[in-house]
């Protein structure tokens, strides 16, 4: 599908897929994917703001306000027995998707899961900063503050990855978007303890997190993830040239690239193929660093797996890391996920910042 009609099919699907509520449904076509995560709509949030989608940025931060304040006893329960060193039963903790109006979904699968608050708390800072009138609401603020106070005081505690899985374990980039969201809010709202607990993880995540030079996908799984790309971007906690995370992109593109991105090397959802939204965040990221030619390529593989309607899925059964596995996920859940919303997300994004990085060029030539 030609680039500029995979733009505005993008824009219309995840319109499309806002409830009236605001949530950003992560795919109404497949049942397990029915509901709206903090995660994939802070992503969609970010891309609909690039475009100029304000009322339905709006509509989305809203909701989530509405969401966190509708659970402020379960947040305020597990930071005090945090805080009191007590045991927090898994119905105690704020679980990882919903419904659209607002409802935690039952049942244990993504029971306790953080990265998607830390992405969103980030989200928000960005957001209102970009866009002030974002910020006019009382309920965003006490719900921001709300979500700072749960990180601050649960950022050691396990819990699940980005994937919804490994719910034992204490994951790199659950770390890097818990200590962006804070550093973020603690700019924002100039409140310096914030700012001490960040470099408290920052100094965690480089003493544990590491090894052979490499960021790991958690402790004990020295393996790459392909998420750790948002360290980078669009988190910012590391450079493009620091030597770790170049290290971690080389072993991200070498063991995980085919030429679509795998999530990490032991992945055996659908087979483990390749993820339509990891492969155009890569892409992102060569175009936030000059790399617009890999980004053109990468944003060429995307829209050529636009189905006929613009629909992108989740991922493609290509180069399957566990190719036995593909089917018995096939029978249990149906045909992959089509189409995501945050895989959508992601195509717009790319495809923003390589247009404004041309348009750039383009400028400073007009004046050269």
């Known amino acids: 599908m030609e680039k500029v009609e995979l733009t505005r099919k993008s824009i219309e699907i995840i319109l499309q897929g806002q409830s009236p509520e605001g ?41 989530t306000a509405k969401v966190i304040l509708r659970f ?28 659209s109006t607002g409802e935690e979904v039952p049942g244990h699968w993504g029971f306790n899961q953080y990265d998607g608050l830390g992405l969103w708390l980030w989200t928000v800072c960005e957001l209102i900063d970009r866009f002030p009138s974002l910020g006019n609401s009382d309920s965003l603020t006490k719900a921001s503050e709300l979500c700072a106070h749960y990180l601050a005081v649960l950022w050691n505690t396990a819990c699940s990855d980005c994937w919804e899985e490994h719910e034992d374990g204490i994951h790199t980039y659950t770390l890097a978007a818990i200590e962006a969201g804070l550093i973020r809010y603690s700019e924002f709202t100039s409140q310096s303890e914030y ?37 980078c971007e669009p988190f910012c906690l590391v450079s493009w040239d620091d030597p770790i995370f170049q290290k971690t992109l080389s072993q991200i593109q070498t063991k995980l690239m085919t030429p679509g991105l795998h999530r990490y090397e032991t992945d055996s959802y659908y087979g483990g193929g390749e993820w339509v939204l990891l492969s155009e965040w890569a892409g992102w990221l060569y175009a936030k660093h000059g790399r617009i030619t890999d980004a053109e390529i990468v944003r060429h593989w995307a829209e050529n797996l636009a189905s ?30 089509e189409p995501l919303l945050w895989s959508h997300a992601m195509y717009l994004l790319l495809a923003h910042e ?9 400028n400073r030539s007009c004046f050269e």
Not at 195 to 212: E, K, L, N, Y
Not at 354 to 362: L, M, Q, R, Y
């Open 72 to 99: 402020e006893a379960k947040i305020v329960t597990c930071i005090s027995k945090k805080q009191n060193g007590e045991d927090i039963l898994e119905s105690e903790f704020v679980h990882s998707r919903f419904t």
């Open 23 to 63: 949530a950003y449904i992560a795919c109404s076509n497949f049942p397990t994917y029915q509901y709206c995560w903090f995660r994939d709509g802070s992503f969609c949030a970010l891309a609909m703001a690039e475009y100029g989608y304000i009322e339905s940025v709006k509509r989305f931060l809203d909701w």
């Open 308 to 337: 006929s309607n613009g629909a992108l899925p989740e991922q493609i059964a290509e180069h399957l890391f566990f190719p036995e596995m593909y089917t018995l996920w096939a029978k249990k859940c149906g045909k992959i996920a």
């Open 354 to 362: 390589i247009e404004e990085v041309k348009a750039n060029v383009i």
């Open 195 to 231: 700012r001490v607990i960040a470099s408290t993880i920052d100094s965690f995540i480089m003493g544990h997190c590491v090894a052979d030079g490499c960021f790991i996908k958690s402790i004990g799984m020295n393996m790459p993830d392909a998420n750790l790309m948002g360290l």
